[in-house]
């Protein structure tokens, strides 16, 4: 009976170490690297969450539509980054794209990069955004 119960624990912690993966040294991890990033990071379109916290990592590295009438975007850490668009296809048209975000691990985890449509021209027409790891 004792045996029996070891070895169905052993087989229970195969199983979460397989679910979970090792990387790097052999450690354990739960969750994938993406989703660790995003509880630190956070990316807002008018102070709605769009990535990070409650919002999760759906959107990450996708190209997304920029909802008509947004005002600002703002992207909290330093590793993640968000190239704005002028047309929906997420690609540089004659140097019509903006970049929010520092990628800068030297500075504070809490930093916030944020800006406002309105004071940078053609932003106040963009059409997509994409959300990116650095």
């Known amino acids: ?3 029996l ?3 169905t624990m052993a087989l229970a912690t195969l199983a979460l170490v397989g679910h979970s993966g090792l990387r790097g040294g052999g450690e354990a991890t739960v969750g994938s690297a993406v989703e660790l990033a995003s509880f630190s990071e956070e990316v807002k379109l008018d102070n709605e969450v769009v990535f990070g916290g409650s919002a ?3 959107d990450l590295n996708g190209c997304m539509d920029l909802p ?3 005002r600002s975007i703002s992207v909290k850490g330093t590793n993640t980054k968000v190239t704005l668009y002028m047309l929906r296809r997420c690609k540089d048209y004659t140097g019509h794209s903006h970049q929010v975000g520092s990628c800068d691990a ?4 809490d930093h916030v990069e ?3 449509f309105g004071d940078h021209g053609w932003l106040q027409n963009a059409q997509s ?3 990116e790891q650095c």
């Open 1 to 3: 009976m004792v045996l």
């Open 5 to 7: 119960a070891v070895a």
């Open 56 to 58: 999760g990592d759906k």
């Open 68 to 70: 008509p009438g947004k």
């Open 106 to 109: 030297s500075r504070h985890p």
């Open 114 to 116: 944020q800006v406002n």
């Open 129 to 131: 955004y994409q959300i």
